[in-house]
């Protein structure tokens, strides 16, 4: 085990983790084995995945069915190109399937290999699809503050926290932010939007880009009528609305796309993460029929935009198996009725404990967050890290989420394996309650 950290240390730089910690301390899990909600680290202890991971292991771990639809498409044909004149019966399947699933109009897919990859995909094929109409100018992306898209180029300056635009050096041009309805009411976040178009030219605007629920920014969920008014204010000025369904897609939120949660559908949905569980890296861009035709009819010579990757056989292949088994396992219903509980036992919690705010879910998408005064929705001070003292003592119970700290906030966010039944839900909640007791008196000492 030391030997092992040791060389993770010297050769193993982690994604989105503090290094100077890492060098000090050494990575504090190594995860050998995973089964069902459950992971194993390399001294035997089980941990239960209230993360799905990175939101993304929808079907749990552990699945051989995956891992025998890989190997079969991997003997027969691991990968081939979809580049050109080149197609593949795996890549056509799951296009297909994603498209039936997939609200509305929207029927066409773009494969990448992940969330990063499918914001940047879909922010260049919007301003083509303007460039070829002759609208070369319409190239700004409206986003919202605390969203999340992704770390390549464009993403990271659509995604709404700046941390990540300074880590770039700089964000791009022609990327802005207006504010969420969370901590307001739709009214002034439809009026920020608005102000945001007005002030820019909707004649120069590409896209407005939101995620249904802003994962990252720590599970943040609009009110019932949010995204309706954003549909309709942006079909009053002729504006694009793209969503990112990375996190919300494939059942997370009781439905298959969390925008179904509102009714409205977008001319262009983001999807990586759930499509194959995280079992192989692959992600995608599904575009409206008016979109394609455009596409279809304007676009002269090749589209200058492809990864090696796109619709890689394997990846599709695995896509498939597990959507299959989203669909016979009816995890997307199991997702809506143990997310119901989830936030029932939430609610429970919350009664009981004199820190703990606001907590919401929608599915099995939820968060909790801790504050010093409920009544007067006060923060803990930031050096008091209350939410990382409660991640560390639900580690030590065995239990992963995930904390959000965001200027004052301390969020706990929680996004397990959709087939999480009631009895683990309910161990789970057990250990969340001694959990946040347990920094309760330490706080309150
Ligand atoms: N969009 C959302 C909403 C996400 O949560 C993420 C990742 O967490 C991404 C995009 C980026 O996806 P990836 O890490 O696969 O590039």
């Known amino acids: 085990m030391e030997h092992l950290i040791e060389l993770d240390k010297k050769h193993f730089l982690h994604p989105s983790t503090s290094i100077q910690q890492q060098q000090e301390q050494g990575s504090k899990l190594l995860v050998e ?54 197609t593949h019966e795996p890549g056509i399947r799951l296009a297909e399937k994603i498209a039936k699933l997939s609200p509305g109009n929207l029927n066409t897919v773009f494969f990448t290999s992940g969330g990063s990859e499918s914001n940047d995909t879909a922010i260049k094929l919007i301003r083509h699809y303007w460039k070829i109409q002759g609208q070369p100018e319409r190239r700004k992306i409206v986003a919202l503050k605390r969203g999340y898209h992704g770390v390549a180029a464009a993403s990271t300056s659509a995604t709404g926290i700046p941390e990540f635009w300074e880590m770039a ?30 002030a820019e030219g909707p004649e120069t605007i590409a896209a407005f880009m939101a995620e249904p629920i802003q994962g990252a920014g720590g599970v943040l969920i609009p009110p019932k009528d949010y995204f309706q008014e954003v549909r309709k204010l942006c079909d009053e000025y ?49 575009i409206s029929e008016p979109i394609h035709e455009v596409l279809k009819q304007k676009s002269e010579g090749t589209l200058f935009h492809g990864f090696t990757y796109s619709g890689h056989p394997t990846a599709t292949a695995v896509g498939l198996k597990n959507i299959e088994l989203i669909e016979k396992e009816g995890l997307v219903e199991n997702a809506k009725k143990i997310g119901a509980k989830m936030l029932e036992g939430f609610n429970r919690i919350k009664e009981k404990l004199e820190i703990v705010g606001e907590v919401r879910a929608m599915g099995l998408l939820g968060a909790i967050e801790l504050v010093k005064d409920p009544a007067a929705n006060e923060n803990f001070s930031k050096e008091l890290n209350a939410g990382p003292k409660v991640i560390e003592e639900l580690h030590k119970r065995g239990v992963i ?9 301390n969020i706990i966010c929680f996004a397990p394996p959709l087939i999480m039944t009631e009895a683990q839900l309910d161990d789970v909640l057990e250990k969340v309650y001694e959990s946040i007791l347990s920094v309760q008196q330490q706080l309150m000492r």
């Open 238 to 286: 002729g504006i694009p609305f793209i969503a990112d369904e990375v996190i919300t897609g494939f059942g997370r939120t009781g439905t298959m796309f969390g925008l179904e949660n509102w009714g409205v559908v977008p001319d262009m949905m983001t999807f990586a993460k759930g499509v194959t569980s995280g079992y192989m890296p692959l992600g995608g861009v599904v």
């Open 169 to 198: 050096g700089h964000m791009m041009t022609d990327f802005i932010h207006a504010n969420t309805s969370y901590q307001s009411t739709t009214e002034a976040a439809i009026q920020s939007l608005r102000e945001k178009f007005e």
């Open 33 to 86: 084995s995973g089964e069902g909600i459950y992971l194993k680290d390399n001294q035997g202890k089980s941990y239960i995945d209230a993360m799905s991971s990175l939101w993304n292991v929808h079907i749990g771990h552990g699945r051989t069915e995956l891992a025998e639809a890989a190997a079969e498409q991997m003997k027969k044909l691991a990968f081939s190109s979809a580049f050109s004149t080149f």
């Open 401 to 409: 989420c995930r904390g959000v700290t965001y200027e004052n906030s």
